[in-house]
C-alpha cells in the first residue's frame, strides 16, 4: 500500500512536499543558503485553530480538525520541506484541565511535546480572554526557556481595528519572540508566520524524507477521519465520548477494505452515533470514505461497528488500544 505521504503528495492539490523535492536538489548545491531544520511544538487551547493552522502550513490536510474542544489527542508530527529547510511540526492536544485518564495522557503529551523542540508556536483565539490555560502554558514555557512565537488567530473574525489592543493585551502576559496576527482557516499571513519561524531554527540535517508529511501511518489517519467525521456531526458528551479503532485495512484488487470500531462509552450514546435507521453512522461513514479515497488515491470499503466500552476513557486496556496510552 502506498504510504500516506506519497498518495497524498501524489494528488492535484496544491503540494508543498512536491515543490520541496524539485527545489531541493538545487539548493543543495547552493553555497550561500545553509539549510535549516528543527523541531516546533504548536500549542495552546483546546479549539484555538492548532491544527488547521498546520494543515494550512502543510498545504494539505494532515491532522483533523472540528469545532469540537479537544479534537487532537495525540502529538501528530507534521513536516514541512522546502528548499530553505525542514520544520517537524508537532500538533498537540490542546491545554485543559483533564476530567479522567484520557485528558491526563493528552495534557501529558502536549506538555511533554515542549521538551525536546527547537522553539514554539503557542495558537491562540484573538478574541478570547486569557485564562487558566494560557496561564499554565505560560509557566511552562517560561520554565522551559524556548523561543516562542505567538500566532493570534482567527483575525478574520475581527475588525482590524480591534486587533492592535489584543497583540498589546498578549504582550504584556508574555515575552514572546514574535507576534504574528493569522487566519489558519484563510490561511491569511501564514506564509509570513512561516517565514518568521526558519530565525529560530539551526542549521541542520534533512531528518524525513522530503516526501513525508507525517511520522503516522495511514491506519492512524484512517482512524482520525472517522473519529472526526462523528466529531462534526454529533454534540454535547458524544465527541468526547468516542474512539475509534482500525481493526483491519486490507489492499484488494480494485479497493481498499477498512473496518473500524467506533467506541462510545454507554448503550444511549451508541444509539445517538447510529441514529435512526443507521442514518448517523452511515452519514459518518459516507463522509469518511469519500475523504479516504482521496487521500488513498483508490476505491474504498468502509465497515464501522459501534461498540459500547464502558467508562472506556479511564480503563487502560481500551486506551492503549486506542494509542493514548503506552506510546
Ligand atoms: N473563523 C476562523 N475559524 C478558525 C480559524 N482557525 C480555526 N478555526 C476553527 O476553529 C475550530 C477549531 O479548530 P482546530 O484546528 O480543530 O483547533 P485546535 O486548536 O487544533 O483544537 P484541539 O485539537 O481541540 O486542541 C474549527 O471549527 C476551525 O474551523 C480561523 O482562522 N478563523
Ligand atoms: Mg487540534
Not at 60 to 69: A, L, N
Not at 140 to 154: E, I, W, Y
Not at 165 to 170: F, L
Request: aromatic letters at 6%; proline letters at 4%.
Amino acid at each position: 500500500m502506498t504510504e500516506l505521504s506519497k498518495t497524498a503528495s501524489s494528488g492535484t492539490e496544491f503540494s508543498r512536499t512536491e515543490l520541496g523535492k524539485t527545489e531541493l536538489g538545487k539548493t543543495e548545491s547552493r553555497q550561500d543558503q545553509e539549510f535549516r531544520s528543527g523541531f516546533v511544538a504548536v500549542i495552546g487551547r483546546p479549539n484555538a485553530g492548532k491544527s488547521t493552522l498546520l494543515n494550512a502550513l502543510l498545504g494539505q490536510k494532515v491532522v483533523i480538525m472540528s469545532d469540537k474542544p479537544q479534537t487532537t489527542r495525540n502529538t501528530i508530527r507534521c513536516i514541512v520541506t522546502e528548499p530553505r529547510g525542514q520544520i517537524i511540526f508537532l500538533d498537540t492536544p490542546g491545554i485543559h484541565k483533564p476530567k479522567d485518564r484520557l485528558g491526563e495522557w493528552m495534557l501529558e503529551a502536549a506538555l511533554s511535546a515542549v521538551r525536546a523542540v527547537d522553539a514554539v508556536v503557542w495558537v491562540a483565539d484573538a478574541a478570547a480572554e486569557w485564562g487558566g490555560g494560557d496561564a499554565s502554558i505560560a509557566e511552562v514555557l517560561r520554565a522551559s526557556g524556548l523561543k516562542t512565537l505567538l500566532a493570534l488567530n482567527k483575525v478574520d473574525l475581527m475588525e482590524k481595528s480591534a486587533l492592535l489592543p489584543r497583540i498589546e493585551a498578549w504582550s504584556r502576559r508574555f515575552d514572546f519572540a514574535e507576534i504574528v496576527p493569522v487566519s489558519a482557516l484563510r490561511e491569511e499571513n501564514t506564509d509570513r508566520l512561516l517565514d518568521t519561524l526558519w530565525a529560530y531554527l539551526p542549521a541542520g540535517p534533512l531528518y524525513y524524507p522530503e516526501d513525508e508529511v507525517t511520522d503516522r501511518p495511514e491506519r492512524f489517519i484512517a482512524a482520525e477521519i472517522v473519529r472526526e467525521k462523528v466529531l462534526t456531526l454529533t454534540r454535547e458528551e458524544i465527541p468526547y465520548a468516542v474512539g475509534v479503532a482500525v481493526e483491519a485495512m486490507e489492499e484488494k484488487t480494485s479497493l481498499i477494505k477498512i473496518e473500524a470500531s467506533v467506541y462510545v462509552e454507554r448503550a444511549s450514546q451508541k444509539g445517538i452515533v447510529i441514529g435512526k435507521d443507521g442514518s448517523l453512522i452511515k452519514e459518518v461513514g459516507r463522509q469518511a470514505r469519500l475523504e479516504l479515497e482521496e487521500l488513498l488515491n483508490s476505491k474504498v470499503l468502509l465497515k464501522l461497528w459501534v461498540k459500547v466500552r464502558k467508562d472506556w476513557r479511564n480503563r487502560g486496556d481500551t486506551l492503549r488500544e486506542l494509542g493514548y496510552e503506552g506510546n
